[in-house]
Nanobody, 123 residues
């Protein structure tokens, strides 16, 4: 139910914009987070946004990356500027979703991960 896109190869100092679209019977995207996993390293939080508007950035990306969300499109974004070679990683989005079942008149909370999109920053 999450599809990430926007990764690719970019030179150091360049920019990329990642997108994460939620599909299905989505009532709301209550949390959007971007994580990354570099080769041989653990997955780490890059940035996240909560439903109350609180935003957090990893220290290594603060001032260069911007997280945002389009509620009408159920899509989150990560704008990445001044990219560095150490930013090379697979980037994953995670979302906390509220879905609706109109027939049963119920809502369900769920957490989903996107499949990951590769970002390669060349020096």
């Amino acid at each position: 139910q999450l599809q990430a896109s926007g990764g690719g190869l970019v030179q150091a100092g360049g920019s990329l914009r990642l997108s994460c679209a939620a599909s299905g019977s989505i009532h709301s995207v209550d949390y959007m987070g971007w994580y990354r996993q570099a080769p041989g390293k653990q997955r780490e939080l890059v940035a996240d946004m909560r439903s109350n508007g609180d935003i957090n950035y990893a220290g290594s990306v603060k001032g260069r990356f911007t997280i945002s969300k389009d509620n009408a499109k159920n899509t989150g974004y990560l704008e990445m500027n001044s990219l560095k070679p150490e930013g090379t990683a697979v980037y994953y989005c995670q979302a906390h979703l509220t879905t609706v079942d109109l027939v049963a008149n119920t809502q369900t909370l769920m957490t989903r991960w996107g499949p990951g999109t590769l970002v390669t920053v060349s020096s």
